[in-house]
T-cell receptor, first 112, second 109 residues
Framework: SQTIHQWPATLVQPVGSPLSLECTVE??????LYWYRQAAGRGLQLLFY??????ISSEVPQNLSASRPQDRQFILSSKKLLLSDSGFYLC???????????FGPGTRLTVT | GQNIDQPTEMTATEGAIVQINCTYQ??????LFWYQQHAGEAPTFLSY??LDGLEEKGRFSSFLSRSKGYSYLLLKELQMKDSASYLC??????????WGAGTKLIIKP
């Protein structure tokens, strides 16, 4: 069966510091991968998605970036965090044939 | 533009039935999903509709009318653990998921 891992679970970072969140999927090959952000009490905002190694599509211009160095690894990064980057970050995967997305446990980021 | 509308919040009583509606306007349609999200947790998949009609899965059912751009999620025999947000999402012509803001369901004893 497929599983998706995401870490860390919680993170408190000062403004201006760098960020690296990692997501890995097990039990499947060539998944579509997604990064979302969810502000408190709000809906899901798609940040990036990837259909293959090195292929990244950005949905929202911001100070975040994403990379996919391996088939089942997806990394969200920032060089300098802003207060507005605080939120609940979710990684998700779906099969190559478009179908439902499965979410990792999420990372709660607080920028102070 | 692409738009998905759901009520912001609903309240229901334990043991009762509740219907959560979702209307959508998207560029193309390749399926509609319902997810459940408990506070502080990740969304989990509930149901998928691509053809018109009702899909039943235990206490949960989901209905779709493509001609009306309309779906609902029906929850029967409500339990306290059903208190959560319910997210409607539609796959557009590019197979991208467009998400609604979610409906917060409050269950009272």
């Amino acid at each position: 069966s497929q599983t998706i891992h995401q870490w860390p679970a919680t993170l408190v970072q000062p403004v201006g510091s760098p960020l690296s969140l990692e997501c890995t999927v097990e039990g499947t090959s060539n998944p579509n991968l997604y990064w979302y952000r969810q502000a408190a009490g709000r809906g899901l905002q798609l940040l990036f998605y990837s259909v293959g190694i090195g292929q990244i599509s950005s949905e929202v211009p911001q100070n975040l970036s994403a990379s996919r160095p391996q088939d089942r690894q997806f990394i969200l990064s920032s060089k300098k965090l802003l207060l507005s980057d605080s939120g609940f970050y979710l990684c998700a995967w779906s099969p190559p044939d478009p179908y439902e997305q499965y979410f990792g446990p999420g990372t709660r980021l607080t920028v102070t | 533009g692409q738009n998905i509308d759901q009520p912001t919040e609903m309240t229901a009583t334990e043991g009762a039935i509740v219907q959560i509606n979702c209307t959508y306007q998207t560029s193309g349609f390749n399926g509609l999903f319902w997810y459940q999200q408990h506070a502080g947790e990740a969304p989990t998949f509930l149901s998928y509709n691509v053809l018109d009609g009702l899909e039943e899965k235990g206490r949960f059912s989901s209905f779709l009318s493509r001609s009306k751009g309309y779906s609902y999620l029906l929850l029967k025999e409500l339990q306290m653990k059903d208190s959560a947000s319910y997210l409607c999402a539609v796959t557009d012509s590019n197979y991208q998921l467009i998400w609604g803001a979610g409906t917060k369901l409050i269950i009272k004893p």
